[in-house]
C-alpha cells in the first residue's frame, strides 16, 4: 500500500472515530438527562423505554465499529492494514474505501457467508 493510501485512511478512521466517540458522548448525556426526568404518565415511560432500548443498540453497534476502527488503526501502524487476514493478500482499495475496517477480501468474505448460509 502507498503512503498517500496510508494516510488517507489513517484520517478517515480518525475522523469516523472522533465522529463516533462523540456521539456516544452525548448520547450519555441525553440518557442521563432524561432518566432524571421521570414522568408519571405510563404512556411517556413507556415511550422513554422505547427510545431508551433504541437507542442503547445503536450504541452498542457503534461500540463494536469502535473497536474495530481502533484494531485498523492499530494495524495501519503495524503494517497489517489492508491485508486480508484469510490469504493474507491485499484487500482492494475500492473495498476498504468503503469499508476501512474491511479485515477481508471480498472473495474470502463472500465464501465466509456461503458457509454461514
Not at 34 to 39: A, F, G, L, Q, R
Not at 41 to 53: K, L, N, Q, Y
Not at 88 to 100: S, T
Request: aromatic fraction near 4%; proline fraction near 3%.
Amino acid at each position: 500500500m502507498k503512503d498517500e493510501d496510508i494516510y488517507f485512511f489513517k484520517q478517515l478512521l480518525t475522523e469516523q472515530l472522533e465522529t463516533l466517540l462523540g456521539q456516544a458522548h452525548l448520547a450519555v448525556h441525553h440518557l442521563i438527562e432524561k432518566d432524571h426526568e421521570t414522568s408519571p404518565d405510563p404512556v411517556d415511560r413507556a415511550s422513554f423505554e422505547s427510545e431508551r432500548g433504541t437507542m442503547l443498540r445503536i450504541r452498542d453497534r457503534e461500540s463494536k465499529l469502535i473497536r474495530k476502527i481502533q484494531s485498523a488503526l492499530e494495524n495501519l501502524d503495524n503494517g497489517d492494514f489492508g491485508i486480508c487476514e484469510m490469504c493474507e493478500k491485499e484487500i482492494a482499495i475500492e473495498r476498504l474505501k468503503a469499508r476501512p475496517v474491511a479485515t477481508h477480501c471480498i472473495k474470502c468474505k463472500t465464501k465466509m457467508e456461503v458457509l454461514e448460509r
